[in-house]
Every structure is written in structure tokens, then in C-alpha cells.
């Protein structure tokens, strides 16, 4: 695994999230290089929901695991942020008022911000198969 330094706490903020989405993506990649996590899947916590996120060559993935053995036991999850060479998808980013209880609330840079903090906090996140 690659050392992480200070100076790349920044690299979010230097993201185009206007770009092309061939380009955000590749600015993504680089940002997982530059983390030392390419290849890898994290399994991230937002407001108790469980969310994998991962980076191949062809897509940025926010996955949301559905842990509820509730109603929807038969829906293993969604993608609530996806980026590919020729789409950017997000679920909507309002924040959570009651009539949707799968909204995350947050979008692509927020999500690219957690990816970046799990780095800096060392948090521990196995890899996934």
C-alpha cells in the first residue's frame, strides 16, 4: 500500500465535477491511485445506511448495501452514485425529509470527501471479493 501524505487531503477539492464524464472518472482513478486504494472495495457507514464504494477502469460505484431484513429483504441493494465514460448518475441530493427512505442525501463530492477521510482516518476496511 502507498503512503499517504498531507498534501493529498486536498485532492478532491481539485476535481473538476463539471468535466466530461470520461474525465471524471479518470480524475477519480487518479484519485484512488493517489490514495492507495485502487482496486479495492470500502465498505462505508452514512447516517446508518452501509455503502460500498469502489473504482475500477470503468466505473465509480457507490453501492448501498440493504441490510433490512424488513420489506425490501429481496433488494440486496442499489447504486446511489455511479460514474462511467459516458454517464454520471446521483441520487438526489436533499436531504432526507421523510418521503424517501433509501435517499442517501449526499452526492459525488460528498461520497469522493468520505473516500478521502476513510483514507486519512486509517480506518480499517477489508477488502471486498
Known amino acids: 500500500m502507498s503512503s499517504f501524505n498531507t498534501n493529498e487531503a486536498a485532492a478532491v477539492s481539485c476535481i473538476n465535477l463539471e468535466a466530461d464524464p470520461a474525465d471524471l472518472l479518470s480524475q477519480i482513478r487518479d484519485l484512488f491511485t493517489r490514495l492507495g486504494i485502487d482496486?479495492?472495495?470500502?465498505?462505508?457507514?452514512?447516517?446508518?445506511?452501509?455503502y460500498?464504494?469502489?473504482?475500477?477502469e470503468d466505473?465509480?460505484?457507490?453501492?448501498?448495501?440493504?441490510?433490512?431484513?424488513?420489506?425490501?429483504?429481496?433488494?440486496?441493494?442499489w447504486p446511489v452514485c455511479l460514474v462511467d465514460r459516458?454517464?454520471?448518475?446521483?441520487?438526489?441530493?436533499?436531504?432526507?425529509?421523510?418521503?424517501?427512505?433509501?435517499?442517501?442525501?449526499i452526492g459525488l463530492k460528498e461520497w469522493l470527501h468520505m473516500v478521502e477521510q476513510h483514507k486519512v482516518n486509517d480506518m480499517k476496511s477489508d477488502p471486498v471479493k
Open 39 to 50: 482496486g479495492r472495495t470500502l465498505a462505508l457507514t452514512h447516517q446508518g445506511g452501509t
Open 52 to 56: 460500498r464504494v469502489s473504482c475500477s
Open 59 to 77: 466505473t465509480f460505484v457507490v453501492y448501498r448495501t440493504n441490510c433490512d431484513i424488513g420489506g425490501n429483504h429481496h433488494v440486496p441493494g
Open 86 to 105: 459516458d454517464n454520471v448518475f446521483q441520487e438526489p441530493t436533499s436531504q432526507h425529509t421523510g418521503g424517501d427512505h433509501c435517499n442517501c442525501g
